[in-house]
């Protein structure tokens, strides 16, 4: 079983609609959480991080995090044009911080 | 706002040659990563830098690659002798002590011919 596991799409919704992300994983050390966004041919950048259990919101985005369920998810509200990007979720264990990514999920928002 | 800088932005090579990446972290910040993509796969750790040496490195990060911080600023990345699999986008990424963050650069496309 893989260490983090992401649908990788890819997903095409329509201008304003509710974008729902999801990452599995299966290492139970895993104790901070992160969603980041990549453009083509990009460096990542960082949207949203968590290291507790529940949501966490900021402007259009929410985290959510089920560490019983080995479960986080990215919600985007009112999504545009500007959100089409591949988003990558990201974990690491404490000590050295080293993340482990999901493949990422490809978003292209329509206008 | 400062941010993670890396150069050359595009680095072609031909197969078994040395390159080095270079990366200035975020100038507060302690430790230090390099990272690759290959095209169309994930982002995979290949090391982790902090206090003058290598905290953890990946699989990946054989005897071909090394890294350096050969003064206050810079961070570099050596693969030796290059082979058509290194092909691939290389990250640098820095973290301070506060948070659990890292911080990306743009990246290095890295074309081995």
């Known amino acids: 079983q893989k260490e983090v596991e992401q649908d990788p799409g890819p997903l095409s919704v329509p201008e304003g609609a509710i974008v729902s992300l999801n990452c599995t994983y299966s290492?139970?050390?895993?104790?901070?959480f992160m969603w980041y966004r990549q453009y083509s041919r990009k460096g990542p950048e960082l949207l949203m991080y968590?290291?507790?259990?529940g949501n966490k919101e900021d402007g259009r985005f929410t985290a959510q995090v089920d560490k019983s369920s080995k479960y986080i998810s990215l919600f985007i509200r009112d999504s545009q044009p500007s959100d089409s990007a591949t988003y990558l979720c990201?974990?690491?264990?404490?000590?050295?911080?080293?993340?482990?990514f999901g493949k990422g999920t490809l978003l292209t928002v329509n206008p | 706002e400062p941010e993670v800088t890396q150069t050359p932005s595009h680095q072609v090579t031909q197969m078994g040659q040395e390159v080095i990446l270079r990366c200035v972290p975020i100038?507060?910040?302690?430790?230090f990563y390099w990272y690759r993509q290959i095209l169309g796969q994930k982002v995979e750790f290949l090391v982790s830098?902090?206090?003058?040496?290598?905290?953890?490195k990946s699989e990946i990060f054989d005897d071909q690659f090394s890294v350096e911080r050969p003064d206050g600023s810079n961070f570099t990345l050596k693969i030796r002798s290059t082979k058509l699999e290194d092909s691939a986008m290389y990250f640098c990424?820095?973290?301070?002590?506060?948070?659990?963050?890292?911080?990306f650069g743009a990246g290095t496309r890295l074309s081995v011919l």
């Open positions: 990424a820095s973290k301070g002590i506060a948070k659990n963050i890292q911080y």
């Open positions: 290492n139970s050390a895993f104790q901070y």
């Open positions: 968590t290291y507790s259990s």
């Open positions: 990201a974990m690491s264990e404490g000590s050295n911080y080293k993340l482990t």
């Open positions: 100038s507060n910040h302690l430790y």
């Open positions: 830098f902090y206090n003058n040496e290598i905290s953890e």
